[in-house]
């Protein structure tokens, strides 16, 4: 037996997904994911104990999408791709290629092609180490390959955009 840490993941379900719950010809055998007993739950039936709730997760994600909210959701779409063509045309400038056609991008997590002859472990390590910025690597096929910049959520600014680009320069 292990524990597991209470996490968070909001969860809709269409009302043919609740018909099924509610006509199951048997009864679930495990706790973990018992969505009977998480609506039975919800429903205001006899309160069972079925999972520990992430009490603090649960006051993260309020207060994030109160932010959400009060920013506006067409203006945080505005700011993130404003800021990711801010970080394109710099990185362009500096050479770089963006793995994903154009048309394909997120605006929030830009994966960059890491051009020949860099270093691009010992690139990430500096970032890191001397200027405080974390930038991922690739994974699976792409890693040492590509690197994976996130623009996401309070991050997504011209200045981080800016940090990031002349701390580039400056390893590079």
Same mark, same amino acid.
């Given at each position: 037996?292990?524990?597991?840490?209470?996490? /968070?993941?909001? *969860?809709?379900?269409?009302? #043919?997904a609740i018909d099924v719950l509610d006509n199951r010809k048997t009864k679930v055998q495990s706790w973990f994911?018992? /969505?009977?007993? *998480?609506?039975?739950?919800? #429903?205001g039936a006899k309160r069972a104990y079925h999972h520990?709730?992430?009490?603090?997760?649960m006051f993260a994600m309020r207060e994030a999408l109160?932010?959400?909210?009060?920013?506006?959701?067409?203006?945080?779409?505005?700011?993130?791709?404003?800021?990711?063509?801010?970080?394109?045309?710099?990185?362009?400038?500096?050479?770089?290629?963006?793995?994903v056609e154009k048309q394909y991008r997120l605006p929030?997590?830009?994966?960059?092609?890491?051009p020949d002859g860099v270093d691009e472990a010992e690139v990430r390590k500096r970032l890191l180490n001397e200027y405080n910025i974390e930038i991922g690597g690739g994974l699976g096929p792409y890693a040492g390959k590509i690197w994976r910049i996130g623009l996401m959520g309070e991050s997504s600014t011209p200045n981080h955009v800016n940090m990031l680009l002349a701390a580039l320069k400056a390893v590079m």
């Open positions: 037996m292990f524990e597991r840490t209470p996490g /968070l993941s909001p *969860v809709t379900f269409s009302q #043919a994911l018992d /969505l009977t007993m *998480v609506k039975n739950y919800w #429903a520990t709730a992430p009490v603090s997760a109160r932010i959400v909210l009060e920013e506006g959701l067409e203006n945080r779409f505005k700011r993130h791709q404003k800021n990711h063509e801010l970080l394109r045309d710099g990185l362009e400038a500096m050479g770089f290629e963006f793995l929030m997590l830009n994966a960059v092609v890491i």
